[in-house]
């Protein structure tokens, strides 16, 4: 008989009995993915001699009639790859192996449903002995739902019923490591569907539901913050993973939100093109912002902004150092716009907030000159296109002449009027014109915007 | 410049909804509400909406509400507001909105607003203004946005309003083309606009055009099709769409479409898929495309359609 023949007549039930065995038998499986059944001989190959050390120790401890079942199906390893807690699916069976374990869930679902209201309805009714035999039923019932659904979304990452049956047993549930097992089956579905937006949102209900009552929640804090960092490295520009992570701002320590900005430093340097990683520093610096206005508040201090103020000064820095290395890079230019913009909102203008609305219009702080002065250096050595017709420093000159541009329409207007001043007679709007013709609309109605430019 | 295929993706988006032999279609049936509502509004958008049969439509849909007054994307899948939006979406395009019990779907909606004024997206509590978007559309084409607390709603989206002009899912989240077309859709329904510097997001929308003029939906991203609706629809909403060049975003999108075999993809030469199909056509109609009907940046819904909705025909 050929293998093919195995399971494709095969009873997709034994299928899914079997991948749930496997799911049991190895609870550290931290790696799904599905693959072509030629690469099942490859990778058999490559594991070479042996069988696959976690399918062998699960054959050992099977009982005889699973074991045998099991070996029976997944004759020569072609149908699932279980080493090393990862998990290979062959990409044949993904079909009537997703009907099977839709099914299953399904019915077991509706049959834990029913049972859980009638449940509610007879509370009180008063009767022991039926209420025990009671609360077994239901308690096989939800060992089938969590079952079939862990299957199922090992299939399709986001079956939304199943990842709701899970929060609805787990909800009743106060036993703290159920709900680091979710935290486990979610990270194994991001491990094949690093976007699945259920199994980020399943996260962060488990978070919010054990917020309140763990003692540790720092560390889990640090930990998803990691996870984050691995899927982002695999997973380029991924928009659900960073948003988690921004999201779990809220939940950090104003040392975790500063310890952040200072660890990953690095990483974001050597992902510049990832906007998401420059909007989380963003996120954290904000957050920095809103804690130290608090503390200005209670306290009265401004001594508290010494350190923000440091933070600030040195991503400006670091940020310019990046530009001048990469070359017309989209995200670098863009984080630029938004520390600059806050630079001169709430540091450089300090002290002289007022003098913008009086009649002394030359009063602007020491700070802002020396500031504006650089940024106008910056963009006319970024701007300067040697002769070059390489796209990547035609954008390096389109992107520091929207910069530009781009903070003297947010400056507040005095300062916007000085900028501009010294912009000799719109150098950026007839570069921009000269190399970016195709935003030609743009360009012409912020004239218009701009005043003089 | 090449055509619109018009027949073409006809035959496509047909055909699709009676694809159920492989794996990849199959997975997807826990949105098929989405699905529907893609393929249904194309084929409005193209005028051929009397291929289908609406009753079979019609009766499929309500299989899909439950006792909460809430949808599910599929029949035996549980409710949540995106596919109370989709839902929604469908009936009305066939002009049965009559046939639900509207008190019932906006109590399910209202019931999901939360104390600051987001929504959550179903009782389990995720939040985000795609929900607030799709609670204030829905209730407003079932004529009940006084269930909630409008002024609580707007404000809850103007403080995901980020520095660059653009909307994130919830305070302090990155800005997302999709996510602001939700913002600026439920702040342009609530007449709450003038909470938007014009002049700031337009500028980073049309920044989100790339030099092939097809649209991208965060900087540093390659062009998509699906962001022809996202940008496009926002701009016209806040009025700055004459900062984009339209030509080249409608060759962009028509150098998308699999001339064979119908159907649009994000970029020329990938696979097509219905969600990319109807964000093309959708697209196109925002610009103007010669044959195809008006499309309400707003609603996400055929011009002719809302007016039937607001205006009674
Ligand atoms: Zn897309």
Redesign the interface.
């Known amino acids: 008989m050929s293998e093919e023949g195995l399971y494709c007549e095969g009873d997709p039930l034994d299928l899914l009995n079997q991948l749930e065995y496997i799911l049991e038998s190895d609870p550290l499986i931290d790696e799904v993915g599905f693959i072509h059944p030629s690469q099942f001989v490859a990778l058999n190959e490559e594991a070479g001699g042996p069988p696959p050390s976690s399918v062998g120790t699960v054959l050992q401890s099977a009982d005889e009639s699973v074991k045998s079942k099991i070996s029976n199906t997944n004759v020569l390893n072609t149908v699932f790859w279980n080493r090393d807690h990862k998990l290979g699916i062959s ?1 044949k069976v ?2 009537p192996l ?2 099977a374990a839709k099914h299953a869930f ?1 019915a077991a679902n509706e049959q834990y449903k029913m049972h859980k209201n009638l449940s509610v309805e007879r509370d009180g009714s008063g009767n022991g002995s039926v209420l025990s035999c009671y609360s077994t039923s239901l308690n096989i019932l939800e060992t089938q739902v969590m079952k079939h659904s862990r299957a199922l979304l090992l ?2 990452c ?4 199943a990842w ?1 049956s899970r ?1 609805l047993v787990l909800s009743k549930k106060q036993h703290f490591p159920i709900f680091m097992d979710e935290l486990l089956l979610s990270a194994l579905v991001l491990s094949y569907s690093p976007k699945s937006e259920s199994a980020w ?1 399943h996260r ?2 488990v978070i ?1 539901m054990i917020a309140g009552k763990c003692s540790n929640l720092q560390e889990i804090v640090e930990k998803e913050s990691e996870l984050v960092k691995k899927i982002a490295e695999k997973s380029k ?1 991924n ?1 659900r993973a ?2 988690h992570r ?2 779990l ?2 939940y950090m320590s104003g040392g975790q939100v500063l310890h952040e900005l200072s660890k990953y430093r690095d990483w974001a340097g050597l992902h510049i ?4 990683c420059f ?2 520093r ?2 954290l610096m ?2 920095m912002l809103e804690d130290s206005w608090q503390k200005q508040n209670v306290n009265g201090c401004s001594g508290c902004n010494f350190e923000i103020h440091q933070v600030w000064k040195e991503e400006l820095d670091w940020n310019e150092m990046l530009i001048k290395r990469y070359i017309g ?3 670098l230019w ?1 984080h630029r ?2 520390l600059s ?2 630079w001169i909102k709430h540091f450089a203008t300090d002290i002289h907030d007022a003098s913008c609305h009086s009649d002394h219009k030359t009063s602007t702080s020491h700070d802002m000159v020396i500031f504006m002065d650089n940024e106008l250096g910056l963009f006319r050595s970024c701007s300067a296109i040697l002769d070059n017709d390489f796209e990547d420093f035609q954008s390096h000159a389109i992107f520091s002449a ?1 910069y530009i541009l ?1 903070l003297t ?2 400056v507040s207007e005095c300062l916007g009027i000085e900028l501009r001043e010294k912009l000799l007679a719109g150098e950026p709007k007839t570069l921009l014109n000269k190399v970016c013709l ?2 030609a ?2 360009w012409d ?1 912020l004239g218009g ?1 701009c005043g003089c430019i | 410049m090449g055509e619109l295929e018009v027949e073409k993706h006809v035959k496509y988006i047909l055909l699709v909804e009676k694809r159920k032999d492989d794996f990849e279609s199959v997975v997807m049936e826990h949105l098929r509400m989405n699905g529907a509502y893609w393929g249904l509004t194309t084929l409005d958008l193209l005028g051929k909406l009397e291929t289908v049969d609406t009753e079979e439509v019609v009766s499929w849909v309500m299989k899909c509400q439950h006792e909460s007054g809430g949808f599910g994307g599929n029949v035996g899948h549980d409710p949540h507001l995106l596919y109370t939006l989709s839902s929604v979406q469908v009936l009305a395009l066939f002009d049965k909105i009559n046939v639900l019990d509207t008190d019932r779907v906006s109590n399910y909606i209202a019931g999901l607003q939360n104390d600051d004024g987001s929504f959550s997206g179903d009782m389990w509590g995720e939040v985000d203004t795609r929900f607030s978007y799709i609670a204030i559309c829905c209730l407003s084409l079932l004529h009940h946005l006084d269930k909630i607390n409008v002024e609580k709603a707007v404000k809850y989206i103007v403080s995901c309003k980020n520095l660059d002009g653009g909307f994130g899912c919830t305070p302090g989240g990155e800005s997302h083309a999709g996510q602001v077309f939700c913002c600026v859709g439920a702040l342009s329904i609530t007449g709450s606009l003038h909470h938007i510097d014009k002049d700031l997001l337009g500028w980073w929308l049309c920044e989100r055009q790339v030099k092939s003029g097809g649209l991208n939906g965060r900087p540093e991203k390659l062009p998509d099709v699906c962001y022809s609706w996202w940008v496009l629809s926002s701009l016209i909403m806040i009025d700055r769409v004459h900062w984009i060049d339209k030509e080249k975003l409608v060759k962009f999108i028509l150098d998308c479409q699999d001339k064979e075999n119908g159907g649009i993809s994000d970029r020329p030469d990938d696979a097509v898929d219905v969600y990319h199909t109807y964000f093309g056509v959708a697209g196109l109609s925002l610009l103007e495309y010669p044959g195809l009907k008006a499309i309400d940046p707003a609603y996400a819904l055929p011009v002719d359609v809302v007016n039937r909705i607001f205006f009674g025909r």
């Not at chain 1, 986001?158 to 019923?161: A, R």
């Open positions: 990409t993904l079909l997703y009907n399904m299939l399709s986001d079956f939304g019923t709701n929060k949102s962060r209900w919010k520009m928009y960073w948003n921004c999201w701002v809220s093109a990832d906007n998401s909007h989380y963003t996120r904000l957050r890079r989209e995200a863009l716009r938004f913009l806050c929207t781009w329409k947010q195709e935003k609309f743009l109605s915007l």
